[in-house]
């Protein structure tokens, strides 16, 4: 996929106050809206999607969970969310995040 030439060039916090704008709610319980945008993508992946839900603990079942499928020969990209320090951490490989100098 290409960058669109004519979409201006956004820093990682502008990116990231534009999308909290498009969505101001502060926690919207329920994957409705993921499943939304998955389907109006068309997208249907051909590998496992596991989600973890609850309230404690979650971070460390991923972290667990991404760790075993990598020992076993697995690829394996981790989002998580809400970020602990950096919202570039939220999207990468397990002990990857994202670097925080994306645009």
Not at 42 to 63: E, H, M, Q, W
Not at 84 to 92: H, I
Request: aromatic share 6%; proline share 7%; net charge neutral.
């Amino acid at each position: 996929m290409q960058a669109d030439s004519a979409a201006p060039s956004r820093t990682l916090g502008e990116w990231l106050a534009y999308l909290e704008a498009l969505h101001p709610k502060t926690i919207e319980l329920g994957l409705e809206r993921v499943v939304r945008v998955r389907d109006a993508l068309d997208l249907r992946p051909s590998f496992a999607i596991i989600t973890v839900g609850g309230t404690n603990g979650k971070g460390s079942t991923c972290a667990f969970v991404a760790g075993e499928l990598q020992a076993q020969g697995w690829r394996v990209g981790l989002y998580t969310s809400p970020h602990l320090v950096s919202a570039t951490e939220r999207t990468g490989a397990p002990g990857a995040p994202l670097p925080a100098n994306q645009r």
